[in-house]
């Protein structure tokens, strides 16, 4: 199993970044995957998650109506769009898989980020004010 993320960089407060986690070596439905981040000084914390087989979505408050998360079946990718950054959102973002439970796994999964089967190495996002 891998997963490699990138898409991190240095922006400006109100730029966007895409980030895109790559995996392979498992079914994509039968897992849920999502997004954390650990900023400076910080506890890693649930950003969004996706539970592709019912393509159901959960975002933390901090980031409603700003990052969009999505699924690419045929390339085994998940995308994390972030929009209207701040320089709050500033952190390691990393993805990570667990395996599918329930439908609404992901309503309960990103308050735990030390439960995952796999995680990926991370990238940086520095947002600037």
């Known amino acids: 199993v891998q997963l490699v993320e990138s898409g991190g960089g240095l922006v400006q407060a109100g730029g966007s970044l895409r980030l895109s986690c790559v995996t392979s070596g498992f079914r994509f439905d039968d897992y849920g995957i999502a997004w954390f981040r650990q900023g400076p000084g910080e506890e890693r914390a649930g950003v969004s998650c996706?539970?592709?087989?019912?393509?159901?979505?959960w975002y933390t408050d901090s980031v409603k109506g700003r990052f969009t998360i999505s699924s690419d079946y045929a390339r085994n990718t998940v995308y994390l769009q972030m929009n209207d950054l701040k320089p709050e959102d500033t952190a390691i973002y990393y993805c990570?898989?667990?395996?599918?439970?329930?439908?609404?796994?992901?309503?309960?999964?990103?308050?735990?980020?030390?439960?995952?089967?796999?995680r990926g190495q991370g990238t940086q996002v520095t947002v600037s004010s």
């Open positions: 990570a898989i667990r395996r599918r439970t329930v439908a609404t796994m992901c309503r309960s999964w990103p308050a735990q980020p030390r439960i995952f089967d796999y």
């Open positions: 996706i539970a592709t087989r019912d393509n159901l979505k």
